[in-house]
């Protein structure tokens, strides 16, 4: 790898997947950062995490059920959907993924608690997020799962 001055831009060779690769930057520091980042993810290879998601919780439960739900026996698709729409959507659902740490997780089981959800309910709601994030870090969209 490498970065070379071209008139006002600053140029970034590298190589992904066999490819000679280059992208071009404003600034020599966000050059720097990539190049850092290309360099990172040579080292740790294949399986190295990428960058947490932007997308709200909303967005990657519709990814997820699109994916998983066919999987499952009805009922089971019956009870999450439930779970989901009562408990985990109206409430976090507008939560951006990098932003559900263990401490917004906590937080939002006690709201659910204090808004008349049952011990058991408020431990299936968590089990159907948990899976439901534990295949966002599977893909790639978060680096660890706050459940």
């Known amino acids: 790898m490498s970065i070379q001055k071209r008139g006002k831009s ?10 000679h690769l280059g992208r071009s930057f404003a600034r020599k520091e966000d050059a720097e950062t990539f ?8 080292q740790m290879g294949a399986h190295a995490l990428s960058r947490p998601s932007r997308q709200a919780l909303d967005e990657w439960l519709d990814s997820w059920w699109a994916m998983e739900s066919p999987l499952w026996a009805a009922s089971t698709r019956s009870q999450r959907k439930d779970v989901l729409n009562r408990w ?21 089981r006690a709201e659910i608690t204090a808004a008349g959800c049952k011990p058991t309910q408020a431990n299936q709601a968590l089990a159907v ?9 599977t893909s790639g969209e978060l680096p660890a ?3």
């Open 10 to 19: 600053y140029y970034v060779r590298y190589r992904r997947d066999g490819q």
């Open 145 to 147: 799962n706050p459940c």
């Open 129 to 137: 997020l948990s899976a439901a994030l534990s295949a966002a870090v």
């Open 35 to 42: 190049e850092l980042d290309q360099k990172r993810a040579r």
């Open 88 to 108: 985990v959507r109206p409430r976090i659902g507008v939560v951006r993924l990098s932003d559900l740490g263990r401490k917004r997780v906590n937080e939002w």
